[in-house]
Each structure stands twice: as C-alpha cells, then as structure tokens.
C-alpha cells in the first residue's frame, strides 16, 4: 500500500455534501446509460468542452464550438480550433479509458494536446511554472520528481478507502500542484476527475461540471492557491463537492425535461429549491443561515440554484421586499391564502 498521503482532512461539509451528492446520485441512478437521449448527451459534452476551453482562454463561442463540431467552418484561431477538436476525441475515449493507469494518462494527453504542444503525450522534461499577469504563484515540482510522484498519487488513490467524490477532489488539486505537463494540466486535471467520477457512477460521462467550474472560476484558482498556502485540500475539496452537486442537480432537471424519466423518477428528483424549502421549514431565515442549512458556502451558487429560483415560482417571499438588498434581508415560505 502507498505511503503517500495528500495533505488534507475531512471536514463535516465534506460529509453533508457526499451525503446529498449520493442520494441524488443514486435517484438518478435508476437511468441506465441509454436513458439519456443522445442529444442532451451531445449538448452536455459540447458545454463541457467549451467551458473547460474557455477557462484556458480559448476564445470561441460555443455556437462555434458546435459548429466545428458538426463538421462546419468557422472562422477562428487554427490552435483554437484544434484545441476543440482534440478535446472532443480525448473526452470520446473517456468510456474506454483507465483512470489508474498512466500509459492511459498519458495517451489522453496525446490526443488532448496533438500538434499544441511538441511533447504530447510525455510528462514534462522542464520546470514550470503558474503566473497571475508576471507573479508567480505556484512553481511545481521539478521535472524529474513528476513520474514518481504521479505514481505515488495513482497508488494513494487506488489504496484510499475514502469516497470516490473525495479523494477524486483530492486527486484534481494534487494533479495540478504535481503539473505533470508542459501544457494542458488544467483541462486534463478537469477531464480526469470526471473519469475518477464515471467509475463511480456512469452518469458523470455527461454531466458538466466543467461548465459550472468556468462559472466559478476565481472561486476555483482561489482555492488552489489556498490549498498551497495552508498546504491543505479541504476548501478545494469542499468546492469541488459543491460544484458537483450544483451541476447533478441541474443535470437532473434537464433529463426531467426531455421526458425521459418515469413519473416515479420524476417524483423523487428533488429540485434545489424544493431542498431550500425543506431547510427553511416554518422558520423565517437570512440567506447566511439558509446557506449554512444546506451546507453551502458560496453565496453565487445559493443564489443561483436555489434562492432566485424559489423567488421565481413564488415559493417564499422577502421580509423586506422594497430593499432586496438589505443587510436584514430574511426569507420565510409564503403561507397559502385560506
């Protein structure tokens, strides 16, 4: 068994998180494979690769991501274009790949990194480096410790007896501190923690949580860079999980709305604010104690996937409803008229 150990610690939201990330995955898990139609299969792996893309300033639309796609032309940067087009084949082999091999690593960097960079397909032979403008604010490792190290971080994985959603999360920040390559360990490092999930459950294949990484971009970099300060994963950890659950559950609503799911199915897939209504029962709350009920610390994704939509349908109602704004600012559930 590897003596190698990540530098973090299990936290109580990390606990809450994979509880809820597990009940819905395994609500939704009644859908075999085949459930999913084709074209919201196809609709999810072209945001996830123009999302991961996009984070890596790749600069094109995703209507021109589809286009490239479907075989049209478009007019764009050549390495852009190829940059798609060798993210479509690479996330195409996911099915076939093993996560804990690095022959299979490495091969998916070929395919990822073809004609981008000279050494696709190899781990970097020099030193490198991650940059904010002209700071630097991560050196990695030096070339010649990358192979054992990744080694060690395969091993670590195959041996740990930690959930999947954690030690994959685990997993995403040590490859990217590790930066095995001389390009691309952002997009591999994304693409690999979904094929560490898709051995877990099949349906993260499709669900983009690269889409809603983008969207929490500085959040994302933010905790990278805390983790190599405190020299500990657990917020990057704990991000990850919510970013997870946020793209589950809009995964859910999405396969809900192609009908492809039984009414039974349909019945037991809990929409985000229906989990805001449970939290906040009969008690009236301000959206830092709501947050802290189900679990979640970014305000965005709170407000986003579960507040603004509970406004929307009318389900509960502001208690200062003339300043949205105000820092008394409560909600509470909008009591039926008799």
Known sequence: ?????????????MTSLTADICELAGRM????PGTFSPRLRRINRIRTIHSSLAIEQNTLALSQVTAILDGKRVLGSPDEIREVQNAYAAYEMLPRLDPLNVDDLLKAHALMMDALTADSGAFRSGAVGVFDGNRLIHMAPPASFVPGQIHDLLSWYRDSRLHPLIKSAVFHYEFEFIHPFSDGNGRMGRMWHSLLLSKWKELFLWLPVE???????QEYYAALRAADAQADSSGFAELMLEIILAALEGLAREVLLTDQVTDQVTDQ????EERL?????????????????????????????????????????????????SKNQKYRKIRSKP
């Open 1 to 13: 068994m590897s003596g190698y150990k990540p530098p973090f610690h299990m936290t109580d939201k």
């Open 29 to 32: 898990s009644v859908l075999q």
């Open 211 to 217: 889409e809603l990484i983008r969207s929490h971009q």
């Open 269 to 272: 897939v809990e929409a985000p």
């Open 277 to 325: 209504l449970s939290a906040l029962g009969e008690d009236t709350l301000s959206a830092r104690e709501l947050m802290a009920r189900l679990g979640l610390s970014h305000r965005q994704t709170f407000r986003k996937n579960y507040l603004d939509p509970a406004l929307e349908r009318g389900l509960i109602e502001r208690t200062v409803p003339d300043k949205p704004n």
